[in-house]
Every structure is written in C-alpha cells, then in structure tokens.
C-alpha cells in the first residue's frame, strides 16, 4: 500500500480499522516531504515534531476517533496559527507568531487533524504562480520547470507531490481554483460567507474565501463538514443553510450544465480546449444536459477585480505599520520615515502595485470613475451569473486558459499574469461556490475543469462534481508520487 | 459694516457601553496600559470586527433624543490614515450613509428660543491613546512614544450640526442642553476631562444679510463649554479684525490659549487629508426596522423638556423653576429624591434654587460634592415647616450642613438653635424691650408704624434669633397699641 496515495476518507478507514496509525501516515507524509521539498518547496514551514507528536497522542487516545483524526494537513500560510510562525509569504511577518487561530483551522484542529506546516503562497495571496513569495517560488510537481499556479500554489503542490493528504487555500480571484487545476488536484472554492474569515489575513474582504485543496471530490465534501458554519467573529459569515451531505455515486441524468461561451472563446489555449470538449462529452454521455451559456459583462470582470480587490487590499494592509509586530525599519527619524521604510521593506513588488493601484482608485476625484464603476459591473456581473442559473443548474467552464506556465514566463509582464484568473475571477464578484477537478492532460499536464454553482448549494455542486470525476475518470498523479510506486509498507 | 457669525458644531461622545465598539474588550477609563486589548483592537492580522448592538441602541437613543429620522439601512465605511494611535490604519465610521439625520434641538436663552439643526449623527469607534516621554508630554521634544490600546475600540458618537448657531452664548448653551439630554439618555458618562465628551466649532463670519457662507476655521478639542464660548468670541472678533483690515481669512485649524486667550494657528486645511472612504466590507448593514425604532422610542427615558412638564402640571412649579431643576438629570433627580422625603414640591423647589444652588455656585462645588443628602434636606425643611426652626435659622443650618456634612437635628440641638414660639416667654421679652426705649415707644404711638422692626430686632437680638417672628409680632402690636 502506497500511503501517499491514500485519499483523506480511505486513510481514515485505514486509521479505523488499525491498519496503518495516524504516525505511520504522518511519517510517510514527513518523509515525502524531506525528499522532495527541497525542490518543490510547497512549504514555508514544516512542523514535523510537533506532527508527530500530535499523531501519536492520537494514536493513543481511547474511545471513538474524532471525525478527521490523524489526517496529515497543509495550511496556507494566510491563516492564523496560534504560537506558529505566519508569514503570509512576506518579509513584514518574517517573524511573526499569531496570539490566536484562525476559526476554520480551530475547528479542523478539533476534528483532531494533525498539521505539518504552513505552506507557500504569493505575498499577501497576490498573484497566480506562487512566485510572488518573499521566500522563493513553490515548483511544479508534474514539472519542476513549471509553476504550481497561486496564490496557494503551495497547498496545491503539497498535495501534488503527496507532502500533504490534503491542504487548505484561500480564494479571493481564483487562487484555490487555478493552482488546483495546474496541480492536477481537486480545489473548492465555497460560497462567500460559507467558512468564517476571522484569522485569514485579509486581502479583499469581499472576495476571500477560505476552502479544501483535495485529491478528489469525496475529500473536499468531507473538509467542507468541518470548515462550514456561522462564526460570532465573522460578521459575514452564514450558517450554510443546506446540510453537507457526502456526494453518492449517481449519474448526471437531467442537471443542466451551461458552457460560459465567453469563457471558452478567444485567450484559452487549444490544448485546454480539447480537454475541456472531450470532457464535456463525457458528461453528456453521463447524462448531462449540456447548453450555452453567457456572462455578457464578463469582459469587464478582470478590470472591474483589479479596482476593487486592490481597493480593499489598500486598506486591509495598512495595519502592517511596524507599530505592533511584524517588521520594523529601523534607523528612521519619525513615524512618517519609519512608515515608509517599513513598508517599502517589508511588501514586495506586487503587494506594492496592488497596494497603490487601490490607493489610487479610491483616491477623491478618482473615486467614482474607478471604484464606484467597478462596483456597477460587479452588480452586472452578480445580474448575469442569477439569470445564467436561472436557465441552468450549474455553469462549466475551463478552470484556467492555460495549463501550468514555466517559471519565470509571465513575471515582467503583471498584465499577462493576472489573465491566468479570467475564468475565476468573476465568480468571486458574485460570490458563488465554483470548484476545479482535473479533467485530463495537455502536454502531459494537468487541465482543470470548472463547475459553478448556485450560491450556497454547494452539495450540489460537490454531488455534480463527483459525477463529473467519475465520468472524467482522471487517475494520473504526478511524477513524485508515482516514483513511490513501490514504497509502502 | 456689520457682521454675523456662523457656528457648527461637531460633538464626540464616548458611549459607556459594557463592550467595545466592535470586540468584546470592557470599556473603562484609565486602567494599566494595553490590559483591555484583543487581536480585533490591536488590529493583529486576520482579526475582524463584530458591531456592538448595544452601542446601535445608544445611538438610535440619541437619534431619537435629537428628533432624527433614523434610516432602516445605514452602512459603515472605512476612513483611512496612518497614525500609531490608529491600529487598523483605517478608522471604522460612518460616511453617506449615517445612522440618524436631520433632527434638531431647541435651546432657550434670556427667554428665547434658538432652533439648532442636526445635519447628522454616526457610529465610529475611538482611537488609541498616545503618550510622549518627556517633560511636556507633547510630542514636540518628547524622546520616544507609547501607545495606550485600553481607549482603542471604544464606541463614539459623532453628532455635527448645521451651521445655525450665530453666537457663542447660543453654542454654550446648545452643548450644556445636548449634554444634559446625553445624560438623561444614560448613554455616556460625558467627563469632558476622561474626553468621552470633545468638541470641535467650526466658525466663519458674514455680513449680516449675506446668505452664502464665509471662509471657516476650526477650534479643536476645547475641554470645556466655557473656553468654547471664549474661544469663539476671540476668533469671530479676530475674524472680524481682519476683514475690516481688507486682509483674507485662510481656513485652518486654530487654537485657544486659555491662559493667555490667545488664537494662533495650528495647521493649514489646505494640506487636508483624502480620507479614501469606502465602504466597510467586514460589516453588514445595520438594519433599523421600523419595530426596533418604536421599540427604543417606546423604552426612552424621560427627556428634560417631559420632566419639565410633568413638575409644572403635578407639582404646581413655576415654568422657571421647572427648567432650572430639570437642566440637569442629577439635580432633578435630587428634587424627586427630597420631595419623595417631605411632600411639599414648592418648598423643595425653593430651597433647591435659592439655598442649595446659591451654595454650590458661592463655592463652586458640583452637585455630586454636596455633602447634604437629598433625605437631611427633606428632615430640615420638615423642622422649618413645624416651626422648630425659623425660617432664617434654617438657611444658617443648611450652610453649616453643607459645610460640616452633620445631620440638622444634630446642629439644631448642640447650638440651641430651637425656635421659641413659647408666648409667655416672648411676652416677659417684650416688656422688657418696651421700658428700656421709652422713646422709640412714642414714636411708634405718635404713628411710625415702621418703628415696629426696631422692637422685633431687639427681641431678635436677646434671643439670637430664635424667637419666632410671628409672635413676636403679634406680642408687640398688641403691647404698643394697648
């Protein structure tokens, strides 16, 4: 049995009947990633003491397992660790240890999973390549050459490479989605309000969303029983109203799937396009009802995103001052001079565009021609999503128009970058849960397949993407599991 | 040429709620530094803010006090600037969107009644508090700064007028009249010197005809109504001075000395801030229903002008002595205390205007000193009423309680300060004050009725007071006359 292999729901049948112990599994996790993360670099910070520590109390408790116990977990370094370095993949919190968790985190913690560290991202959740970390770029494990996509490119990779059973990422314009896709794994990004924000760092309020990086759907139905739910510290968050039942093996006879025809035009490369089509064919043959569908204000989603998610960001980012923790400057002669100095040393390059480009769009006299405008379209574009889904169940979609790009390929050119999020982005101005499974490979590499669902359905959409998976029938892993074949135990 | 000034005024009111604005951090003054802090008002990352509802029911208390409407949706924004003393680098407040609007406040002063429009009333939350090493205090040559987080949160109200008021006296008494109302609210403590209640005027001048609106400044941050009233009258006369000279008025912010009663400058507005306001996205909106409204109104306390009404109709209180009593909550509240004692409004009434605001004003003491309670009053005006006291002994005996904080029973009994009304004993007194003025006797046959005062004083005199002047009166009369 390869442990890395292994789903979340088969370890935890492994782990119930005694066959492999949550230490045997965490070790196989810890293992693979002393192997391995020297060069993918999915991790900012391994726990592994601490892990194995946990697995073996685990291991030791009597009575009835919680429900996630022993599970051998990622976590994006956006969310709040109490006691655990949390960078945000910046040098501003190169240091810094949160005084409390993250609730999403809290309730998985309590569910008795057993975390091995925080994982890479872009600084502040900005960017799609990971290569926005102040640490370095996490790398491809279906191609060390390639980028795992981001923000959670490190989630996504972890899982990939088999250096997590299954991770935690946060979505604000696509960044669960399209490293999910890259990595050929499974990315769930929920209806906003779903899973409580309070302990992930803000990058733009409206749009984050904390959710499950999985090897399948089963997976991220069963993570999404534990991250769901009302928070008192979350003032945005909703009781989700509809129960998280576990997806069931059932075709797709009757659903009603529309293709987003301005989402599979122009800018999606061809290779995509053929899994995507192929794909389709599948569900068709599964039962599907497939039609076209339109977004006819998608065009403006992309500008409409890097006016508002950056606006926020202006604002959500302004508390690293070095006033309270985080990085100082020092050698400065007053409080304007050590804001300066902090903050042009502590932000990378991004972060610094994102945080001017937002500065500048609520700036008096620019305010309505950007901001307010912005907020117009995003009406628009909630408007075109409800009639869309008024004619069909769900919408598909190609999760990102390219697959994985090579490193260093789209770095001096941010506009080139930010249209890897095309397809993304604009379900998160509308707010509704939309997920990525792989759908095949393109040139050896992964190609996601999205679907979109109503708000607040998200067992349906999970019960839809299960179908979906076993239609698709994609079984590849990448290089780094594979050529464990043969270990085991 | 003649010239009228334009005042507006911006209130900031700390709410004494239990909680902070937006975590559950308590709300208290002073404290060891940084002890009521959380991740929410230390703004630590990824911490996010949760509305106060009771701070809603302040505020919509207010909004009511100050005859507002009050929208069914109002939304927070976010207002941004970098200070160490604003943790979040944005302050969470109110921007086009205000909880209450449009409302008012009548003022009376020498007999008439000034309207002061309220163009708006907005939740927000206050800043940290900071402190400069050194000697000053201020941050001007000070080594090194801390920061304070206890005040960080605390929910404020921010109240701005409209600019209706047209003289300093009427703002004084505006702020006297909002604080009063404030308190009657049992909203805030309103300690001017703790800062939960600040205030800023924003003034410019016109000819009296003009309708357009002069260049302003702004006095900031005044600690009391007095210095608000003197700082305008310096200003508007300062304006005043440079109009004539032909020189301009530059907007800015200016300060009152109040030792020297100086204005100086303190910053240019041109170099303003651009507050990028947007709007609150950790925050849903409030909702005000149309049943929450009426169930706060239905649940206000009652408002000074109410109480007025209520001592005037069901206690007979002249209109005057009604206002004085109910300007302040705790003064009205130790008239009802004191007639709930002895059940005698009028008298109460009196007394409490003449004596015991005469006391506090001669010493300048606040109610809360007193050392008289509300019950040792009611037992003195009992004594003066049964006439174990006379009328003027008693004002002694009230000073003396004020001073001494002794019961009246005490101070009457150890100075022998019973009043005789005992006739058989005055008449003895009166004899002997008629034969030892023989003359002053004959003058009063002869018609000088007024002589009569002579002989009461002498009897006064003997008795050092005591004698009960009715008596006394009627013992002379029919002595001189038979």
Redesign the interface.
């Known amino acids: 049995m390869n442990l890395l292999r292994l789903t979340a729901i088969e370890a935890l049948k492994h782990m119930e009947e005694g066959t492999v112990s949550s230490l045997e599994l965490t070790d196989a996790y810890l293992s693979q990633i002393s192997s391995h993360d020297s060069e993918v670099s999915a991790y900012l910070k391994v726990t592994g003491a601490e892990a194995r520590h946990e697995a073996a109390a685990i291991d030791a408790k009597k009575g009835e397992r919680a429900p996630l116990a022993g599970l051998p977990t990622a976590i994006k370094d956006v ?2 660790t109490e006691g655990i370095t ?1 960078t ?1 993949a910046s040098r501003m ?1 190169e240091n ?1 240890k ?3 968790t ?1 609730t999403c985190v809290r309730q998985m913690m309590e569910a008795d999973i057993v975390t091995l560290g925080k994982t890479n991202m872009d600084e502040f959740a900005m960017g799609s390549s990971t290569e926005n970390s102040a640490y370095g770029p996490t790398r491809n494990p279906w191609d060390l050459g390639r980028v795992p996509g981001g923000s959670s490119g490190g989630s996504a990779a972890a899982v990939a490479a088999g250096e997590a059973i299954w991770a935690l990422g946060s979505d604000t314009g696509g960044s669960i989605r399209q490293p999910a896709a890259f990595c050929g794994v499974v990315g769930l990004k929920p209806t906003y309000g779903s899973v409580s ?6 990058f ?3 749009f984050d969303q904390v959710g499950p990086i999985t090897k399948n759907v089963m997976d991220a139905a069963l993570m999404m029983r534990y991250l769901v739910g009302k928070d ?5 968050s909703v009781a989700h109203p509809a129960e998280m039942k576990m997806p069931v093996k059932r075709d797709l006879s009757g659903i009603r799937m529309g293709i987003v025809k301005e989402l599979v035009g122009e800018g999606i490369d061809p290779g995509v396009m053929t899994v995507f089509n192929d794909a389709v064919e599948k569900l068709k043959a599964a039962g599907a009802v497939i039609g076209e569908a339109s977004l006819p204000h998608s065009d403006y989603a992309l500008p409409a995103y890097y006016i508002l998610a950056p ?2 960001a ?2 959500n ?5 070095g ?3 985080g990085l100082r400057a020092g050698d400065t002669n007053d ?1 304007t001079q050590m ?1 300066e100095q902090t903050r042009s040393q502590g932000f990378g390059e991004e972060v610094k565009r994102r945080i001017m480009l937002g ?1 500048y769009a ?3 006299g620019y ?1 309505d021609a950007y ?1 307010g405008q912005a907020q117009k379209v995003r009406t628009l574009i909630v408007r075109d999503f409800g009639q869309a889904l008024d004619e069909y169940d769900l919408l598909i979609s190609p999760t990102a128009p390219t697959t994985a790009f090579g490193l260093g390929e789209k770095t001096d050119d941010p506009l080139t970058m930010y249209k890897s999020d095309i397809c993304t982005i604009p379900v998160n101005l509308a707010g509704l849960p939309a997920i990525s499974i792989p759908a095949g490979l393109s040139g050896g590499l992964p190609v996601g397949f999205q679907i979109i669902g109503k708000a607040f359905t998200t067992p349906d959409l999970l019960q839809a993407a299960y179908s979906a998976e076993l239609a698709f029938g994609f079984d590849k892993v990448s290089p780094l599991i594979e050529g464990r074949d043969q270990d085991g135990i | 040429m003649e010239y009228e000034a334009v005042i507006g005024l911006e209130i900031h009111v700390e709410l004494s709620t239990e909680s902070k604005m937006f975590c559950g951090c308590r709300v208290e003054f002073g404290g060891e530094p940084n002890t009521r802090t959380c ?1 929410v008002c ?10 106060n509802g009771e701070a809603i029911r302040s505020i919509a208390r207010i909004g009511l006090a100050l005859d507002c409407s009050i929208p069914e949706k109002s939304i927070f924004h ?1 207002k ?1 600037y ?1 200070y ?1 003393d604003l ?4 302050q969470i407040s109110q921007f086009d969107q205000p909880f209450a609007v449009e409302g008012h406040l009548d003022v009376t002063l020498e007999n008439e009644t000034f309207r002061v429009g309220i163009e708006r009333v907005h939740q927000e939350e206050d800043t940290a508090k900071n402190i400069h090493a050194g000697e000053s205090g201020r941050i001007a040559g000070s080594t090194y700064s801390m ?1 304070d987080f206890n005040r960080s949160g605390t929910p404020l109200v921010e109240i701005v007028t409209k600019p209706e008021i047209h003289s300093p006296q009427v703002a004084r008494a505006f702020l006297n009249k909002l604080k009063n109302t404030l308190l009657y609210l049992n909203v805030s403590d309103c300690n001017m010197e703790e800062g939960s209640l600040r205030c800023d005027a924003n003034v410019s001048i016109r000819p009296v005809g003009e309708t357009t609106l002069g260049v302003k400044t702004e006095l900031k941050n005044m600690n009391s109504f007095k210095y608000i009233e003197k700082g305008l009258q310096q200003e508007i006369a300062r304006q005043v001075e440079l109009l004539k000279d032909g020189k301009r008025i530059v907007q800015q912010t200016v300060h009152y000395d109040v030792a020297s009663g100086d204005i100086s400058a303190l910053r240019s507005k041109e170099e303003a801030h ?1 507050y ?3 709007p609150e ?4 909106p409030i909702l005000a229903s149309r049943e929450f409204v009426e169930e706060i109104r239905a649940n206000m306390p009652e408002l000074p002008h109410a109480r007025a009404q209520r001592y005037i109709s069901g206690f007979g209180l002249s209109a005057y002595n009604a206002e004085v009593i109910t300007a302040s909550r705790e003064l009205a509240d130790y008239f009802e205390e004191t007639i709930a004692h002895l059940d005698d409004a009028k008298t109460v009434s009196n007394w409490i205007m003449g004596e015991l605001l005469g006391y506090l004003n001669a010493t300048g003491q606040e109610l809360s000193e007193c050392k008289v309670t509300p019950e040792e009053l009611a037992v003195l005006l009992g004594m003066i009423k049964s006439g174990q006291v006379s009328q003027n002994i008693g004002k002694d005996v009230f000073a003396q309680m004020c001073d001494t904080g002794s019961k009246a029973a005490d101070i009457v009994a150890t100075k022998g300060l019973t009043q005789i009304s005992d006739e058989t004993e005055l008449e003895v007194l009166a004899d002997r004050v008629i034969d030892a003025n023989p003359a002053q006797v004959q003058q009063y046959r002869a018609g000088k009725q007024q002589v009569l005062g002579f002989f009461v004083g002498q009897i006064m005199k003997e008795t050092k007071g005591r004698a009960n002047p009715q008596v006394v009166n009627e013992i002379l009369k029919k002595k001189l006359t038979g």
């Open positions: 969310l709040c949390t945000c919190l810094f949160p005084i409390y993250a924000r309070y302990g992930l760092i803000a733009a309020s409206s008192p510290l979350d003032s945005t606006a926020e202006s604002a980012l302004a508390r690293f001052d006033v309270r923790f409080v804001y500065t609520l700036s008096s305010y901001y | 991740p230390l703004a630590h990352p990824g911490a996010l803010p949760v509305i976010r941004n970098f160490p943790p979040k680098g944005y920061i651009d990028r306001y947007f996205p950790d925050l849903v």
